[in-house]
């Protein structure tokens, strides 16, 4: 049962509920990561303006160990499954999927199913898919490692899994790296949006799939 808050939280609200970094409206030093949070609640929020209630599956790389050993994580502070339940509540409705590369860090709880890939290994997103099961997501997001050969590896190996309609999120994008990612984004007909929050170094890139039957895709980017 969702609470009266859950239901009708921001992003930001429910980012600082959990423990994620990307969005927040906490002073620096109250958060659980030791740098300022992102601001992408913005952008989410512009691609679902008001279909929490239809999205019906997410996807999401990037769990958030707290492990210093493990690339990419969030401090030892950092609170692992912080964005999986910020979607579950923010999309009172959907079911949601995390995977990560420590397996320490593999949950499950009321609509959150995790588990284990190295989103490098081409072999290993398979895996990945095979545990999933079928189905098609409304929305995917690429929080892992951040580098563009790993976010390559996770989008050519996943992209076939985004609903029609839905979107597919690179997130944490360092401003000068945008033209490697461009340069192999450039083979995927659907649209490509380029997006930098402002003052932020990190931008994301958010993708739609192309409609069945179109080689245009559902906009132009
Ligand atoms: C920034 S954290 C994710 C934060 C989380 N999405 C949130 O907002 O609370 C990045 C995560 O990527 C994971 N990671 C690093 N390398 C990876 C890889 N090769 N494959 C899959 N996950 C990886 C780390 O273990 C870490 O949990």
Not at 72 to 99: E, T
Not at 101 to 121: A, G, H
Request: proline fraction near 7%; charged fraction near 20%.
């Amino acid at each position: 049962m969702l609470t009266a808050l859950q239901a009708h939280a921001d992003l930001a609200t429910l980012a600082d509920t959990y423990g994620s970094d990307k969005a927040s409206r906490l002073p620096d030093e109250e958060t659980c990561y030791p740098w300022i949070a992102h601001t992408y609640d913005a952008l989410y929020e512009f691609l679902f303006p008001t279909a929490r209630d239809s999205v019906q599956r997410v996807f999401e790389c990037g769990i958030g160990s707290a492990d210093e050993n493990v690339l990419s994580n969030m401090g030892p502070k950092g609170q692992p499954g912080a964005s999986l339940r910020m979607w579950r509540d923010f999309f009172p409705r959907a079911q949601i999927v995390g995977a990560d590369i420590d397996p320490n860090i593999l949950f499950q709880e009321e609509r959150i199913s995790t588990y284990l890939v190295d989103q490098c290994s081409p072999v290993s997103v398979e895996q990945l898919w095979e545990a999933v099961g079928p189905g098609q997501f409304d929305l995917m997001i690429d929080d892992g490692l951040h580098t563009s050969d790993a976010a390559r590896s996770l989008f050519e190996g996943s992209i076939h899994r985004l609903a029609p309609t839905g979107w597919y999120v690179i997130e944490d994008v360092l401003l000068e790296q945008f033209p490697d990612y461009e340069a192999w984004l450039e083979a995927w007909p659907g649209p490509k949006w380029f997006a930098v929050p402002d003052g932020e170094r990190w931008g994301l890139i958010a993708i739609r799939a192309v409609e069945p039957g179109s080689d245009q895709g559902l906009m132009h980017s």
